[in-house]
């Protein structure tokens, strides 16, 4: 549990070779409800790879709890060396290639913020070969909800082209929290956004988790003049 309603689950495919994929990808889990009518769930990967693909690789998801859900059972009822049937890689919403930007902006709410943690590998190279500036913007209601909270934190002592600022909208860390830092807002992270004054000249922002929070910050980002094109979205919605 990497929070109270959070799960960090690890897989391996049964045949033994690699999951090829791009950051920022997610896979679906397939299943059946109770009545034998087939259900799926989407997770976005977790996993971080900067190095070539080998067998035995980790296939990694966050797995929200959903008080009655179907998904939910299924993850709790699993035990250790136990299968699921997925399908995937699939999605678009990756670092492209193509990209000349000065400056990613990186907005998630809950498991929203998985695709960014593995992009980091892929981003410490962008910020190491091109100079480019990265700022994560993470909203939680608690410290305790901060997804990887401390891997990002460490990615960004160790990267000074990035940025992480943890936006709590109900509790701050407490004084002596490694968690506890400057960067640490209280509220939204739409909110937050007005203080890196996003440029359509050298800005790309990625949106990822709470619908209403998605579109909140698309609309801003819109405000300041980024063009629709430089806003990537990806919304998550809760199913039962």
Known sequence: MIAPTVA?????????????YIPGQFIQVHFTYADGAPARRSYSLATQHDHALG????VEIAVSY???????????????????DASGPYGRFC?????????????????????YRAMLPQLGQLIAGRG?????????????ELLYGDEFRAFADAH?????LPCLSRALPQAGSPLAHADVRHGYVQD?????????????AY????????????EALKECGLPIPQIRREKYVSNK
């Open 8 to 20: 960090h689950l690890s897989f391996l495919r049964d045949d033994g070779q690699p999951l090829d």
């Open 55 to 58: 067998a035995g690789e980790a």
């Open 66 to 84: 959903v008080a009655g859900g179907a998904a939910t059972a299924l993850f709790e009822g699993m035990e250790l060396g136990g299968s699921v």
């Open 95 to 115: 670092l492209m290639p193509a990209d000349a930007n000065q400056r990613y902006l990186l907005i998630g709410t809950g498991t929203g913020i998985t695709p």
């Open 132 to 144: 480019v500036e990265v700022v994560l913007l993470q909203g939680a209601r608690t410290p305790e």
């Open 160 to 164: 000074p082209g990035f940025r992480y």
């Open 192 to 204: 937050a956004l007005a203080e890196f004054a996003p440029n359509a000249e050298g800005d790309i």
């Open 207 to 218: 949106l990822c988790g709470n619908p209403n929070m998605v579109d909140a910050c698309f």
